[in-house]
DNA sequence: CACTAGTGCAA
DNA sequence: TATTGCACTAGTG
């Protein structure tokens, strides 16, 4: 029986007048102060753009041609730097530029066109704000002016942020904007970052690391951009046809298996017929239904066809889908080549990425996946070198934490799994089994990830409990490992950031939450970002001086990737001996450890041969 | 079109 | 319930 609304007691006290919920235009300002703050990037989007901009576009004098710069650049003192900020879209190799917006305090701000050349600067410094577009529009067209970059340095102050938008950057550095400017008012901002920025380095101390390392890596990046590298588009179209007539073949076996058809695609609808309708046991939960990842289907695949059906076509899927048809769709129809861009200001430990397409997850562990790998292919006449770090982030734990069983296995050139294998089980290093180097090794990467058993226990496939007392054994061999973790995860909590050996800092408030899971999450962060960030740190030192001994050298090898411990060349055949001599000599002395650093060269004619 | 979730590739 | 990324498809609104 429905119960009368009647019954119902309504009798609430109401403290507030009834006026103070009439609805009331929002703060603007400090609505867009706090969101700029949270990085909510949708929402600050939608806010309606502020009052007038300092300087509005009609206001600002437009310069065009040789002339007109040059008498904008006669109010500017000989020797001062001019700020500028970029209009344009489009990647490597060659961005369009459509403007620049120029500011000087003596010149005050314009809006210079530009038509086919590069403009003169009379050798002036430009300070641009994220400015390797700029680089690369001028490398295009001859040598680029000396530069200074404020989203780097922003970068290194924070390198956690999401976004380095200059709006974001000045509304943090300056308390001024965000929201829509004048190229010419945006240049201020520039100008005025740059103003403080040295000082706020110095603050810090990593006013050498932008000075010595980021700043110079720019025009490297740029020109590692424009280089490009070559893809076999029919080795890829082969491949494709391939996995095309394996994965129809997969299809109708999953669809019969499954006693329907379905979106294999769908986890959704996949999660249904495996755990609904075929009543298999569902391994784990996801926030919205049962998972259906690798893991799982490997549990399951134990009991039933079908699901080693799905993994296959998964992982073939995944290679036709993401490398094998979305790549010779990239190749630029000028150049015939695949243009990474490398980021410089989107990790929070100093690594680069790569996007459109991410040249940093080419497939290589499977035969399959170096199918993609072997359609990279360098030029006629060419050969590609592969140099990379031997075990750089485990030499960089033995340098900094000191520990002596692995500071002397590095020293004999000894096989570190191996050597830690022997020591954690107690046995001669030349009676290490197979089984047991493997282990060793799970454990080695854990603890550089800022282990947990529970994570150990799932790599070695092995309990929890189990796992826990490898790991104490692991901490009883190598004390200083230990030790290391823990203090720095302590010096963490107590500054608020970590630091790699060159001072990159990044900070991790939550090292002081009382949350146990968010805190545990951000102490792993305090291990690893150390040594992450000292490898990121060293390669970059070698790509610097690799770029500039390149350049000494007359050779005409060009660098075309950075994958985080590894760099790729694009060598002339004659050339790959020298080469592989600079390359060895270049990184191996890029840092000096309490380790020598190892550096694995090969040769190849595709990637998936060197 | 913007966004999230799930998934999987690399070091 | 291991670190750092990017990108795919499905699905929602």
């Known amino acids: 029986m429905r119960r009368e609304l009647a019954t119902v007691s309504t009798r609430v006290p109401i403290q507030q007048d009834l006026e103070a919920f009439r609805r009331q235009e929002p703060d603007w300002e400090r609505l867009r102060a706090l969101w700029n703050e949270l990085e909510f990037e949708a929402l600050l989007r939608q806010l309606p753009a502020p009052e007038t901009p300092a300087i509005s576009a009609e206001s600002l004098p437009t310069i065009s041609g040789a002339e007109a710069l040059r008498q904008w650049l006669s109010a500017v003192p000989a020797g001062d730097p001019v700020a500028v900020d970029w209009v344009g879209e489009g990647g490597p190799p060659e961005p369009v530029l459509r403007a620049l917006g120029l500011y000087h305090p003596a010149a005050g701000a314009a809006v210079l066109t530009l038509d086919a050349g590069a403009p003169a600067f009379g050798g002036r410094r430009l300070i641009g704000h994220d400015i390797k577009h700029v680089i690369e529009w001028w490398m295009a067209r001859g040598n680029p002016p000396a530069f200074e970059d404020t989203a780097v340095g922003a970068y290194l102050l924070n390198p956690a942020r999401t976004s380095y938008r200059l709006d974001e950057i000045s509304a943090e550095l300056l308390g001024e904007g965000p929201g829509v400017a004048a190229a010419g008012s945006r240049a201020r901002w520039v100008w005025q970052i740059w103003e403080m920025l040295p000082r706020a380095l110095k603050e810090v101390g990593l006013h050498p690391l932008y000075a010595d390392l ?30 095309d007539l394996t994965l129809e073949r997969l299809t109708r076996e999953i669809y019969e298996r499954a006693g329907e058809e379905f979106n294999i695609g769908s986890p959704k609808q996949m999660a249904r017929i495996l755990f609904e309708k075929l009543k298999l046991p569902p391994v784990k939960k996801t926030k919205t239904g049962y998972s259906t990842d690798a893991d799982v289907l490997e549990q399951l695949a134990l009991g039933h066809e079908l699901p080693a059906k799905i993994i296959e076509h998964r992982t073939l899927a995944k290679l036709k889908s993401t490398y094998a048809d979305a790549l010779p769709v990239l190749i630029n129809p000028v150049t015939g080549r695949i243009h990474t861009s490398f980021n410089q200001l989107v990790t929070a430990t100093g690594r680069l990425s790569s996007s459109s397409p991410n040249l940093q997850n080419i497939p290589i562990r499977t035969e399959l996946g170096r199918r993609i790998r072997a359609a990279f292919v360098p030029e006629p006449g060419w050969r590609f070198v592969a140099a990379d770090y031997s075990q750089i982030e485990l030499r960089i734990l033995a340098h ?19 050597r830690t294998a022997a020591e954690v089980f107690g046995v001669e290093v030349d009676v290490v089994t197979s089984e047991q180097r493997d282990v060793a090794k799970t454990t080695n990467f854990s603890v550089i990830y800022g282990v947990t058993a529970f994570g150990l226990s799932r790599g070695l496939s092995i309990t ?51 949350n146990p899971n968010l805190r545990s999450f951000a102490e792993r962060m305090a291990t690893n970002a150390p040594v992450q960030g000292t490898a990121a740190d060293l390669i970059k030192i070698a790509m610097v001086r690799m770029a500039k001994a390149l350049e000494d050298s007359g050779l005409a090898t ?45 040769t190849g004619g595709d990637w998936a041969e060197a």
């Open 214 to 243: 980021e700043q110079p890596l720019v025009p490297v990046l740029a020109a590692m951009e424009r280089h490009g590298i070559r893809v076999d588009p029919a080795r890829l179209a082969d491949f494709s046809k391939e996995l």
């Open 400 to 418: 900094v934490s000191g520990e002596e069983s692995l500071l002397a296995a590095f020293r004999a050139g000894e096989d570190i799994h191996r």
């Open 464 to 514: 929890p409990k189990q796992a826990q007392e490898f790991l104490n054994r692991f901490f009883e061999r190598h004390p200083k490992v230990k030790a290391y973790l823990e203090r720095t995860v302590a010096e963490g909590r107590e500054r608020g950031f970590v630091q790699t050996l060159l001072g990159r800092r990044r900070y991790i408030p939550e090292l002081r939450s009382g």
């Open 558 to 602: 060009r660098m075309l990737l950075q994958v985080h411990d590894e760099l790729l060349f694009e060598s002339p055949e004659a050339e790959v001996p020298r080469l592989e001599s600079l390359a060895r000599q270049v990184m191996e002395s890029a840092m000096t450890l309490d380790v020598p650093l190892k550096v694995d060269i090969k």
